[in-house]
């Protein structure tokens, strides 16, 4: 008996496959990976995690409010302590806050340790910690890569990533002399996608400061009262994020944005500083 099914998403959702092909490329998906699908259904990249798994074959954790809410039991239900082999979680994308309520101890000895089977932690929603965080939390683990994904929900969801090298990111904050912000960049376009940085008047930035703008021919997604026969393709959105595009940052790195100044964020559809809340949060 061959079993089929159909998914009809009337949301920007509906969108993501061309996002979950060009993100499981670049993580090596295989079907014996373990996916923890941290976000609601309310949230694109959950989306993306459904999907990233049914393209791979791996397979899809999900944990109820309750666990989620307990770093204890949540941490019991990734990383079962259990005689070797034992099935982990192999992959996971998550916020930086939604890590940060996990103890250092638990980072360090379950999550980064020895036996942890997390090999790939993609970070996204919210400004990257600093280095100086990430190396605390990750210690001497090199087998766990790290990534920083970024994007806007009207482009459905994610629109760069890039793999984080500690050593690389730092060494090249200090060359272009880009000291004053974090030195994580934003990365690399994915499939159908396409970066902008632009000035107040609209002109394209190539070297300094400005506005950046997500742009795609085909991950379109209507907005109100848009159709799509109105609409000029390519199709930019602006994500109210100031970046900073560093000295041949786009020619030899690959790297349109060396770091998102974030001073909006986006909340219920409502655009709301944000410079306070993160920057409470890093110190607590």
Not at 36 to 61: C, H, K, M, R
Not at 271 to 284: G, I, V
């Amino acid at each position: 008996m061959v079993l089929g099914a159909t998914i009809v998403l009337d949301w920007p959702g509906a969108r993501e496959i061309g996002v979950c092909i060009s993100v499981g490329g670049r993580l090596n998906l295989q079907p014996n990976d373990v996916i923890f699908q941290a976000a609601p259904l309310t949230f694109d990249p959950s989306i993306v995690d459904i999907f990233l798994a049914f393209s791979s074959g791996a397979a899809l954790l999900v944990v109820s409010n309750e666990v989620k809410l307990s770093h204890t039991r949540l941490s019991e239900s990734l990383f079962p302590c259990m005689a070797s082999p034992y099935l982990g979680v192999t992959v996971m994308q998550v916020t930086p806050s939604f890590l940060s309520r996990w103890p250092i101890e638990t980072l360090q000895n379950i999550m980064f340790g020895p036996k942890s089977t997390l090999r790939a932690l993609i970070l996204g929603g919210e400004p990257p910690p600093h280095w100086d965080i990430l190396v605390e939390w990750k210690g001497g683990n090199v087998d766990c890569k790290l990534f920083n994904i970024y994007g806007i929900t009207e482009v459905s969801c994610w629109a760069s990533l890039h793999e984080v090298n500690l050593c690389h990111d730092k060494y090249f904050v200090n060359k272009y002399r880009l000291e004053s912000v974090n030195p994580i960049p934003l990365g690399t376009a994915l499939s159908g996608t396409l970066l902008s940085v632009r000035d107040t008047l609209g002109v394209e930035v190539q070297e300094g400061e400005g506005e950046m703008f997500i742009g795609t021919m085909d991950r379109v997604c209507l907005i109100n009262e848009e159709l799509m026969g109105n609409l000029e393709l390519p199709l930019y959105r602006a994500t109210g994020d100031i970046v900073k595009v560093p000295k041949t940052g786009k020619e030899k790195k690959g790297i349109i944005c060396a770091d998102p100044i974030w001073k909006q964020a986006e909340f219920r559809a409502l655009r709301t500083q944000a410079n306070t809340t993160h920057e409470a949060w890093q110190q607590e």
